[in-house]
């Protein structure tokens, strides 16, 4: 499960964050997960509520925001929706393409009391 040290940095930061601006509670974590992230949300949600115990990020919301798996074409500069794992540009047909997003977990935003 690699879900634990995930969301363990991921609690670190919100910690960090919210000392930063002297928060009294975390009320809630904005994340982005993409759709063909390696993590998966229920292990975070069991994960977080364990690891967040006693400190002030205790009882925030968890919110996901999936974002879609998108490639971007390395000669046209197209961006498109990778469908099947099909990275062939849809415009010029060049398969001179990468993954820029859909594969992360990152938090985005914490909103704090
Ligand atoms: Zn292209």
Redesign the pocket.
Known sequence: MHELSVVESMVGIVLKHAERNRARAVKKINLVLGEVSTVMEEPVRFYFEIISKGTIAEGAELFFKRTPLIGE??????RFKIVDYDLT??????D??SIISGREFRVESIEID
């Open positions: 074409c390395g000669s046209c500069g197209e540009c849809p415009k010029c047909n060049s001179d393409c």
